[in-house]
């Protein structure tokens, strides 16, 4: 079984776009998203179609379900920008664009051959909204991760690639197709860099490999296309790509 795995989508449907077409010259038996697709971006809609489009199935990330939820973005932060963003998107939905969302599963599970397995979630397996990073203690990942474990865990969240070794388990994060951090920057403005991220897992007669993909993307075309339309991030996004 090769997997290829996207997260952190953000309605950037300039990079899903360039990233589906890398992924198709990659030989994979199934694209899996990881959650957050469709806020604080320019293009939600466009970005639900095209995952709709190559049937993509898809993990609930905690901004998907502040769209479905308008309460619970609440809990998570007071920057009133943030919130304004996914009111934004949230308006340009339709119905079906919501009805879609809430088909997104909590978690999955991934056979990937007779001895490996691919646990899938967001943030951490108990919840959408846990950073779980390079530099996170050991004991607290045992906490976060729960007592089931598998060859491969991978979650999204944090926008930050990578592969991490704990107790035997790889932590993989694929990174961010619309918005890949330069740094952790929970609670900051971040610094988004002009390219997109994705990764593929792949288990073959117990042989494991699990790579890092970065997608060049054209920053001119990033500019027009967050310059299209007047969703509350624009100027900042602008500002991370000249």
């Not at 809430?102 to 108990?126: C, N, V, W, Y």
């Not at 779980?132 to 906490?143: H, I």
Request: aromatic residues 4%; glycine residues 6%; hydrophobic residues 40%.
């Amino acid at each position: 079984m090769r997997v290829a795995l996207i997260s952190d989508l953000h309605a950037n449907e300039l990079a899903l776009r360039a990233v589906f077409r890398d992924i198709q010259s990659q030989g994979v038996d199934i694209t899996i998203c990881l959650g957050d697709v469709a806020t604080l971006g320019p293009h939600p809609r466009e970005v639900l179609q095209i995952l709709r489009d190559e049937r993509c199935p898809c993990i609930l990330g905690n901004h998907d379900e502040f769209l479905l939820d308008r309460q619970l973005i609440e809990s998570y932060t007071e920057a009133p920008i943030i919130k304004q963003a996914v009111d934004w998107c949230r308006d340009q939905l339709s119905t079906d664009d919501l009805a879609f969302i809430a088909t997104f599963q909590t978690g999955m599970d991934i056979q990937l051959d007779a001895e490996s397995k691919l646990i899938l979630f967001h943030g951490s397996p108990r919840s959408h909204m846990e950073n779980l990073l390079a530099t996170t203690p050991a004991d607290e990942l045992d906490v976060m991760l729960g007592e089931r474990r598998s060859t491969v865990m991978a979650g999204g969240h944090t926008h930050l690639q990578l592969v991490r070794q704990h107790r035997g388990t790889l932590l993989l994060n694929p990174g961010s197709v619309g918005m890949p951090f330069l740094e952790f920057a929970f609670g900051q403005a971040p610094k988004v860099m002009a390219h997109a991220e994705y990764a593929i897992v792949e288990g073959k007669a117990g042989n494991v490999a699990v790579t890092l993909h970065r997608v060049a993307l054209d920053r001119a075309e990033l500019r027009k296309a967050t310059a299209s339309t007047d969703h509350p991030l624009r100027a900042g996004l602008l500002s991370n790509y000249n």
